[in-house]
């Protein structure tokens, strides 16, 4: 009896082999449309109002384009309306994450356009240094809290936060605000130290080591984390480059590119620290590159506090502020008694500063990159263009060029792995 | 470095002024932007664009200059250039080409500004919704922003500073006037 042989291959398969002779109409029929997913603009994982336009075959993203401008408040249309000083709250809420960094590093710039960057008091330098290095442990811990969470690690987030809070506490008796610090002002800060806190920052800086060391086992040799994370959203040392990443983004591409050792300002040149880079370039590097940042800005911490002129009671009387009447506010019982002070106090507050024209860019390593500001200044007290480089906006840029290829659950680990913040991207 | 660029390009490039440590080169013709850009990545190697940013000098011809922030990992330098445009013009050419970061920037500046990139590979706005019919940063712009006529979607409304309790609008009543309970002295 003659046998027939039937062949049954799986669709997969046949689908292949139909689509091999097909034209362009027909192969549409064959495979399907692809789909497009909108992500955001509120979505947990897009931290704020960031959206993404994801198409997608099948699981595999073919095309990203994110949509930027939801929380856009016109920053460099205000700061054009206002005195150098009147803006400085305004700081506070670019990276929300980070407000004492912001404070400090447009305090520098303006600075840096009326030529006293170089007169600070020693002791105002080292303030401003222990504020920026709070904050990036701060932000640090924020983001990676975040990011752990964004792939399943809750507890992680639970960690990091209680860590967080102490640092609220810290900036709470430091400037009288937990979040809209403000701290600085053009040539100093508010105000000195108060009493104690150095022994509370130096408590601290002993309790967070214990935290990092604790989330740092709850994740490094995870194997679900390092799954999730290792060989995913790889960028290359060229691309970082070309896209103008900056911070533990491109340092997680192995460019050791930090502006606190490229271009040292404040006390940073006095200072030892490492600058932490990675090998490959994935997530899972910046992770380690951010765990890493944070133990060094325990480090630079320690060496600010052991240093800072006048000690933690400041005996011997150490300026916070610049002495010029035309640059800092006057102390408050000088200018209810003395007529000069009065003057000063007078002028600095409805006519603001006397910057010089010029121009300037100055930029400073914040925890999510380096946040520069170009003010263009034709003399005044107020910038005639004040144009912010917000490191979230660039380093958001490269995504286009980053999520293709990925899954979509690839696109959560790699958005955390950023750690970007819209408020600062939109400004 | 800045000689250097300039020497690239006589006649083009002008020398560089100084301010503050930091050198700023003027670029004559806004046309030949890219090309000094290319060449100062390729040959004095600036292979970063650290910020792209514009200005409105509003009431001086040319209106727009149009500010380039360059750093070169390599050596640490910053080297700043700036081509004015002309506001019948408004456009000069893209440098997305020589560094990837540009195309958001530029998007930006032709978002807030204005100004066109000619050769942008998606020109289109980035933080004003699609659509908007003002560039904000304009200094003829107000700051209290102008009403459009999108509906629902997409609007504006000048924001809410008459009408406040605590605003007097210029030429309006004082908030004597304005407030019910208040007495006239005796």
């Known amino acids: ?427 | 470095m800045a000689v250097r660029l300039q020497e690239a390009f006589p006649g083009l490039v002008s020398a560089p002024t100084e301010f503050r440590g930091e050198a700023t080169l003027k670029v004559a013709d806004a046309d030949r932007i890219a090309e000094v850009c290319a060449h100062a990545k390729q040959a004095l190697g600036f292979d970063m664009l650290l910020d792209l940013s514009s200005v409105d000098n509003y009431g001086a011809d040319p209106r727009w200059t149009v500010v380039y922030e360059l750093y070169g990992i390599g050596h640490g330098v910053h080297l700043r250039l700036k081509a004015d445009v002309s506001e019948e013009k408004s456009e000069l050419p893209t440098v997305s080409t020589v560094w990837r970061t540009a195309d958001w920037h530029e998007r930006e500046a032709y978002d807030m500004m204005g100004i066109r990139f000619a050769g942008h590979p998606d020109l289109r706005r980035i933080l004003m919704w699609e659509g908007y019919p003002y560039f904000p940063l304009r200094k003829d712009f107000p700051l209290a922003g102008k009403p459009t006529e999108l509906p629902d979607t997409a609007f504006t409304r000048t924001a809410p500073l008459e009408g406040g309790p605590f605003v007097t609008m210029a030429g309006g009543k004082d908030s004597m006037a304005r407030e019910p309970r208040a007495r006239t002295p005796e």
């Open chain 1, 1 to 427: 009896m003659a046998t027939q042989t039937i062949e049954f291959r799986d669709t997969a398969a046949r689908s292949a082999e139909a689509a091999a002779s097909a034209s362009p109409e027909e192969l549409r029929d064959i495979q399907g449309d692809k789909l497009v997913l909108n992500m955001g603009p509120s979505h947990p994982s897009t931290h704020g109002v960031l959206r993404i336009i994801i198409e997608m075959d099948g699981e595999t993203i073919t095309r990203a384009v994110p949509d930027i401008g939801y929380l856009h408040r016109g920053d460099e249309k205000i700061a054009e309306n206002m005195t150098y000083t009147q803006f400085i709250p305004y700081t506070d809420r670019l990276d929300y994450l980070a407000p004492l960094a912001n404070n400090v590093a447009y305090a520098l710039a303006v600075e840096k356009l009326m030529g006293i960057d170089q007169k600070l008091p020693l002791r105002c330098q080292y303030i401003r240094v222990i504020c920026c290095e709070l904050a990036r442990i701060s932000a640090h811990l924020l983001g990676l809290g975040a990011f752990a969470m964004d792939v399943g690690a809750l507890t992680v987030f639970l960690h990091t936060f209680t860590e967080r809070e102490k640092i609220y506490n810290l900036c709470e008796s430091l400037t009288g605000a937990r979040f809209t610090t403000s701290y600085t002002r053009i040539g100093g800060v508010t105000r000195d130290l108060p009493p104690g806190w150095v022994d509370q920052v130096r408590k601290f800086l002993d309790e967070v080591v214990v935290n990092i060391a604790e989330s740092e086992t709850l994740l490094t040799r995870n194997r679900i984390w390092v799954d999730r994370t290792k060989d995913v959203g790889v960028i290359s040392r060229e691309m970082a480059i070309d896209h103008g990443l900056t911070g533990p983004n491109l340092r997680g591409s192995g460019v050791d590119y930090d502006v606190r050792k490229a271009s040292p300002y404040l006390v940073y040149k006095d200072l030892e620290f490492d600058i932490p880079v990675g090998s490959v370039g994935d997530c899972y590097d910046r992770y380690l590159v951010r765990m890493e940042e944070m133990r060094q800005s325990v480090r630079i911490l320690h060496q600010c506090l052991d240093k800072l002129p006048g000690g933690a009671d400041n005996r011997s009387k150490e300026p916070v502020n610049i002495a010029d009447g035309k640059t800092v506010l006057p102390a408050k019982d000088k200018v209810l008694t003395s007529m000069e002070e009065l003057i000063h106090q007078f002028m600095l507050v409805t006519q603001g500063v006397d910057a010089p024209p010029g121009e300037i860019y100055f930029g400073a390593e914040n925890p999510k990159g380096e946040l520069g500001f170009y003010i263009d200044s034709r003399g005044g007290g107020t910038p005639h263009r004040l144009k912010i480089r917000a490191p979230s906006f660039v380093n958001l840029s490269i995504l286009p060029a980053v999520l293709p290829g990925h899954l979509m659950s690839d696109v959560v680990a790699i958005l955390g792995s950023f750690d970007f913040v819209m408020g600062e991207c939109d400004r």
